[in-house]
């Protein structure tokens, strides 16, 4: 099973990206998805998270901003970002909860830089 992210770059602040990741491999089924960031020097810290149902969860400094959503069909997740800011700066991580041949497990993708200049 692989977690493949895209979409990331470098946006002015105030600016607008969309992030994607897509499992790929043999997959049984997904269970939550998510979004996770860490910029230099600093902890991973959760962003937002999708049930399989399409239940929400954001942290508090992206809520109103970022929004999570999912495609079953095609075993991605998209974050878009709206209203970018300095702070948002960091390596994004998609996380997904796959089960496979082996059972259940935490998977991640590798990550993409997210720069917002000021």
């Known amino acids: 099973v692989q977690l493949q992210a895209s979409g990331g770059g470098l946006v002015q602040a105030g600016g607008s990206l969309r992030l994607s990741c897509v499992a790929s491999g043999s997959i049984f089924s997904i269970n939550a998805m998510s979004w996770y960031r860490q910029a230099p020097g600093k902890e991973r810290e959760l962003v937002a998270a999708?049930?399989?149902?399409?239940?929400?969860n954001y942290s508090d400094s992206v809520k109103g901003r970022f929004t999570i959503s999912r495609d079953n069909a095609k075993n991605t997740v998209y974050l878009r970002m709206n209203s970018l800011k300095p702070e948002d700066t960091a390596v994004y991580y998609c996380n997904a909860e796959i089960e496979n041949h082996y059972g259940w497990d935490n998977y991640w993708g590798l990550g993409t830089q997210v720069t917002v200049s000021s």
């Open positions: 999708i049930t399989s149902g399409g239940t929400t």
